[in-house]
């Protein structure tokens, strides 16, 4: 996809929240709605979970959209082929639920140096507006996402949902099922941590001595087993987190800005 251009770099620039807001011109007089939601959930009930690798699941990570702007956001998918080689992969971009009004489309060629991940800056776009996409590769079609531009400056109303602390084995994503169904929401803002990097409760007390969730009673136990290093440690742990099926929910139905993915440790990669 090469580097993004100079007005997404310009735009999101290193700030802090109150300086986002400022520039977004939803400081002052505009009513700002934030829908605080916890992370903890004491349902026991379980949950289909679809297995990364099967190549009868072409999508089985789901589809995504972030980093909204005004005129522009962000489209990501990732494709499980059943074989290595690189991969095209067919967007679509439309202002209809049913994607019969084709507003944007194009193809991008992903393998195994992206993790089969595909990411697409869908510009050109109206501020405040909702549009669909989806995604096809391998005989297969995506679901169809849900996404939406911000609005210009000087708007009466913003709403976001801010979320944080997501870690996979401690318990199921009811909260993300929740935010999806939101159907009022303009974006959403994870504050972090978005996977967590621990060792799960696999491995051995010497390997593991602390207790960071043991997911294994739920199906839940983090892949890596153990604390996360390498690039290629991260990628499996962030397809283990996207086989839930609430997490791909909540990016199936709205625009999700990161705070930060990860804990600070990951400075030593």
């Not at 991008?108 to 089969?116: F, H, I, P, Q």
Request: hydrophobic fraction near 35%.
């Amino acid at each position: 996809m090469g580097q993004p251009d100079s007005k997404r770099r310009n735009a999101w620039a290193p700030q802090s929240r109150r300086s986002f807001l400022r520039r977004a011109g939803f400081a002052g007089s505009a009513a700002f709605s934030l829908v605080g939601l916890s992370a903890c959930s004491d349902d026991g009930k379980s949950r289909t979970r679809r297995t990364p690798g099967s190549s009868a699941d072409v999508f089985a990570h789901g589809v995504a959209s972030g980093d909204p702007l005004a005129d522009r956001v962000m489209l990501w998918s990732r494709v499980t082929p059943a074989a290595e080689g690189d991969v095209s992969v067919n967007w679509t971009l439309s202002e209809s639920p049913d994607m019969s009004d084709v507003l944007r489309s194009g193809t991008v060629v992903t393998g195994a140096a992206r993790d089969y991940t595909v990411k697409v800056d869908a510009t050109g776009l109206a501020a405040g507006q909702t549009y669909y996409y989806r995604f096809e590769a391998l005989g297969e079609t995506s679901p169809i996402g849900r996404t939406r531009t911000l609005p210009a400056a000087g708007v009466d109303r913003l709403r976001i949902a801010v979320l944080s602390c997501s870690n996979y084995p401690f318990g199921f994503f009811n909260v993300y099922a929740r935010v999806a169904a939101r159907a009022d929401l303009d974006l959403v803002l994870h504050l972090g941590d978005y996977i967590y990097e621990y060792p799960g409760r696999g491995v051995s007390a010497e390997e593991n001595p602390d207790e960071y969730g043991d997911g294994r009673p739920l199906g839940r136990a983090p892949e890596p087993p153990y604390e996360i290093v390498t690039l290629d440690d991260y990628r499996t742990r962030h397809a283990c987190y996207k086989t839930d099926p609430d997490l791909q929910e909540v990016h199936r139905q709205h625009p999700m800005i990161w705070d930060h993915l990860i804990s600070s440790a990951a400075i030593r990669v």
